[in-house]
């Protein structure tokens, strides 16, 4: 088995004649430089799955507003519009690949968990854009999701594997990291969301947007030292550790992600519908 076969077999998923038409728009929303709030609102305005996601996380404690926001206008006054547009496109994407195995299902909890932690690294780390790291972060581990739907019976094997990128690669010659990438490709996803998919395990060959891929390369270890057993699958290593502290961070910023990763755990599994 070779990535150009995950590559052929994924095109069973994410062949875009075949999506959901409110991810085909938003992608191409993405992808356009001049689209508009507006522009996003009239995709979504029929999708109450996805606005009633967006007002909940702009009520989560990550962002801490003071009143509680009620409607999907004042969700994109508060959060702005890239922010808005990165949450509907990862619960778009995500709704490509429901997950039907409740042992999966803390997965998802732990991939808001980066998304978090990610998205408030964005303060510490100079990035372009809070709503690409959250983004990028919410989607990291996707590639798992990815192996579920297509190698179901080997990979529910490997989900107890003590080095599980290791397991993966000797039984099906890629990692998650490098199954999600190509499969964020497929949809046709910027390179600044997908390079930090295929690098949240490791740095080596990250030459673009390095600001993002830091952010979720340091959120993906931090979350197991912070909530250790959450359906991790990496640690927090000597080498996270020393660039956590050379981006200015310390025992200060541990516990403020801390307290607020313990906030948003009730908050994630709403957001997944778990």
């Known amino acids: 088995m070779s990535d150009i076969l995950i590559r052929e077999r994924l095109k069973g ?8 038409a409110i991810l085909a728009k938003l992608i191409k929303a993405f992808q356009n430089e001049n689209s508009s709030i507006d522009d996003i609102a009239e995709i979504l305005k029929y999708d109450q799955s ?4 967006i007002v ?20 994109v006054l508060m959060l702005g519009f890239n922010m808005v547009k990165s949450i509907s496109l990862g619960v778009s994407v995500f709704g490509l690949l429901p997950l039907q195995y409740p042992a999966f299902k803390q997965m998802w909890v732990h991939s808001y968990g980066v998304a978090t932690l990610s998205g408030l690294m ?3 780390i100079p990035v372009a854009d809070p709503g690409i790291c959250f983004l990028s972060g919410l989607l990291h581990d996707i ?37 999600g990438a ?28 390095t600001g993002i891929a830091d952010c979720v390369y340091l959120s993906e270890g ?24 050379a981006s200015g961070m310390g025992d200060g910023d541990m516990e403020e992600f801390k307290r607020i990763l313990l906030e948003e755990e009730s908050m994630s599994a709403g957001f997944f519908e778990l």
């Open 222 to 245: 931090l979350i197991n030292l912070l909530l250790p057993g959450v359906a991790s699958d990496g640690k927090w290593t000597e080498a996270q550790e020393e660039m956590f502290e």
């Open 13 to 20: 998923i994410s062949n875009l004649p075949t999506l959901p």
């Open 143 to 179: 590639g798992r999701a990815v192996f579920l739907k297509l190698y179901r019976n080997e990979y529910l094997s490997l989900h107890s594997a003590g080095d599980l990128l290791d397991a993966e690669k000797r039984m099906l010659l890629c990692d998650h990291a490098e199954a």
């Open 56 to 75: 909940a996380v702009a009520n989560s404690p990550f962002f801490g507003y003071s009143r509680m926001i009620n409607s999907i206008e004042q969700a």
């Open 50 to 53: 996805t606005t009633s996601r």
């Open 122 to 124: 964005c303060s510490r």
């Open 182 to 209: 190509l499969f964020l490709q497929s949809l046709s996803l910027p390179d600044e969301i997908i390079s930090p998919v295929r690098h949240h395990h490791d740095l080596n060959g990250s030459l673009q947007h």
